[in-house]
């Protein structure tokens, strides 16, 4: 019984009909997530259709159940690697079905891997100015950090899930090289800082005559700017002192502390590149006759500890360096005059399995040119034979 119920269930997931209604499903969060993204942002419908095992669809006054594409791709997964691998035929009739099979396998491994392991964001300059890190574009952390001797400063960071919490609950960063207790007090999704004269109970919090307003969430995730009130406990003193911190703020909250200074920062979560990149020059060829530019490049120089190389990324030619890759993103301001000052963006990827895409798709054709040329090769010596 027990063996009959498991051939049953290696039937239906290996079969070619578990395979099709699989990919219908893909294809059908693929169309309802597109339509969501006339309501909503990318990052939210990229969360909720692409990245979740289970969602709700709200359909009119209905909300209908649907598994998320990361259930749909993991039996997906399952259902190539049973029916692809383990219950085929093997012979020299399907090694180029297998070999097609490898090169998907090699597609949705590739997938998993930029999921979990990848970070993106990006770099922006002004001529003259270099960097060595990135920021995302949507990801936000609480920096709390120390100043050392000779210049150097040590920073302790809250990620973005504890200031996702924050939204329901106080958080608290009680580190043991920190002599405080840092607490999120509360936390808001989009808001901007205005002059106010008194709080109230049920109002934001007003703090030296500033309150941090909140505004309606932006569809575009990477537009809305992230604010907190916190708190910070001095054990030692026994004082308490309070900040707004906001997310576009030019300077940071200091105070003292242990007779050192310290500094407490809002700020979008940066990543370290294992390089320097400074923009020497920026290039933008205009239409004739028009302000639009036709093409864009930018002149960098990439630093890497005592040697240094000089780089053009523009649009179709992005740098690869360390395991990153940059890209021509847009440039600024858009309203410059000739001799003003420009910037240029860069969007930054860290994907350990950037070329895998390129890999399996060379490996699917060579199982599919195979496999059909030799069912074209078997049908020319089967039609010379009728002859």
């Not at 205009?286 to 302000?291: Q, S, V």
């Amino acid at each position: 019984m027990v063996r009959k119920i498991a051939r049953g269930v290696l039937t239906v997931a290996s079969s070619l009909a578990t395979c099709c209604v699989l990919l219908v499903l893909l294809g059908l969060l693929t169309w309802l997530g597109t339509l969501e993204q006339t309501r909503t942002g990318l990052f939210e419908v990229q969360r909720k259709y692409f990245e979740s095992f289970i969602l709700f669809h709200d359909f009119g006054r209905f909300s209908i159940p649907l598994p998320g594409a990361n259930l749909v791709m993991c039996l997906l997964a399952v259902n190539l690697a049973v029916g692809g691998f383990v219950r085929i035929r093997k012979s020299w009739a399907t090694a180029g079905v297998i070999v097609t099979h490898v090169g998907i396998a090699m597609l949705l491994m590739s997938a998993l891997v930029k999921h979990n392991w990848s970070s993106d964001g990006h770099v922006t300059l002004y001529e003259g100015q270099s960097a060595d890190h990135f920021e995302s574009y949507f990801r936000w952390e609480l920096a709390v950090i120390e100043q050392l001797d000779g210049g150097r400063v040590r920073e302790h960071l809250v990620p973005h899930e504890r200031i996702e919490e924050a939204q329901r609950i106080p958080v608290s960063l009680n580190a043991a090289d920190i002599p405080f207790t840092v607490q999120i007090e509360s936390v808001s999704k989009n808001c901007r800082p205005e002059r106010a004269q008194s709080t109230s109970a049920h109002g934001p919090v007003v703090i030296d005559g500033v309150k941090l307003v909140p505004r309606e969430v932006d569809a575009r995730a990477e537009a809305n700017i992230a604010g907190a009130c916190v708190s910070i406990f001095d054990e030692q003193t026994g004082t308490r002192r309070r900040a707004l911190l906001w997310g576009a703020e030019a300077q940071p909250f200091t105070f003292v502390a242990a007779g050192k200074a310290w500094a407490v920062s809002l700020r979008k979560e940066r990543y370290a590149m294992p390089f320097a990149i400074q923009l020497a020059r920026f290039n933008k060829t205009e239409h004739p006759g028009t302000n639009m530019p036709r093409s864009f490049e930018s002149e960098v120089q990439v630093a890497s500890g005592s040697s240094s190389r000089d780089v053009k990324i523009s649009m179709n030619e992005p740098l690869r360096d360390g395991g990153l890759v940059l890209y021509q993103a847009s440039w600024g301001p858009s309203n410059a005059r000739p001799g003003d000052r420009l910037f240029s963006t860069f969007a930054v990827v860290r994907n350990p399995a950037d070329q895998w895409p390129l890999a399996a798709c060379l490996v699917i054709a060579a199982g599919l040119l195979f496999h059909f040329v030799r069912k074209l090769t078997r049908y020319v010596k089967l039609e010379m034979r009728a002859a």
